[in-house]
Every structure is written in C-alpha cells, then in structure tokens.
C-alpha cells in the first residue's frame, strides 16, 4: 500500500500580484510484508509554475551524507538537476531555488531511495 498526501501550488506567474502559496507533503511507501521504505518530503514555495524554492526532506536521513536530491517532472521528464544534499539536524535536506515546473507534478527523492515525495502544480 503507498500513502501519498498532494497539496496543490495555484497562482500565476511571479509578475502577477495574488498570494504567494507554500505547500507541502510527505509519502511514505509500505512493502507488501509490512517493512517500510523511508519517509520524503517536497515543499514547493512560489505561485503557479514559478518555484522561489523547492525543497527535498528526507526525515531522519541526516546520516546518509553523500548523497544527491533529485527533482523531476511527475512525467519523468525535465529533469531539473540533482544538488548535493546537506544535513539538517537529522534530516537530509536537497534544495533548488528559482525554476519554472512544468504544470503536473514535481517529485523529490535522494539518489540510491524508492521513495518520492510528488506534489501538483497548477498554473
């Protein structure tokens, strides 16, 4: 079973006065005999396609230094390149800052992890 919580990034461009949203989720993904695959987090800050910041958390991943965000499309294109992640007391935290997403979804992960954390993007 996989548990997934979306939230949605609304709003225009950021030339277009409006609220600026911020919005999160986390997935955490379940084999079929009960063992787990760790916990990741996307947070997506900006209004519509426009991302002031995104965000790639992995909740007690601080150890696993070494290791690169990823962020891509829901799609599986557009890969928006991978950023050396940095520990963040005792998380492992990835960050891109200022890109445009494509409308759809935007997912997180660490390289070497299953598990992605994906949100909606709406223009």
Known sequence: MTVAVGAVVASA?????GEVRSSSACTHNFYGTG???????IEIHGRGTW???VVARWPGGGS??????????????????D???YQKGDDLV????????AEGKACVSFTGLESWACQDVIA
Not at 35 to 41: D, E, I, S, Y
């Open 51 to 53: 991302a002031d910041r």
């Open 94 to 101: 990835a960050e891109w800052k200022g890109l445009r997403l």
């Open 13 to 17: 461009s950021p030339a277009v006065s």
């Open 83 to 85: 950023v050396r992640a």
């Open 35 to 41: 063992t787990t695959r760790p916990a990741v987090c």
């Open 64 to 81: 696993q230094l070494g290791r690169w965000g990823v962020l891509h499309e829901g799609n599986g294109k557009s890969l928006h390149g």
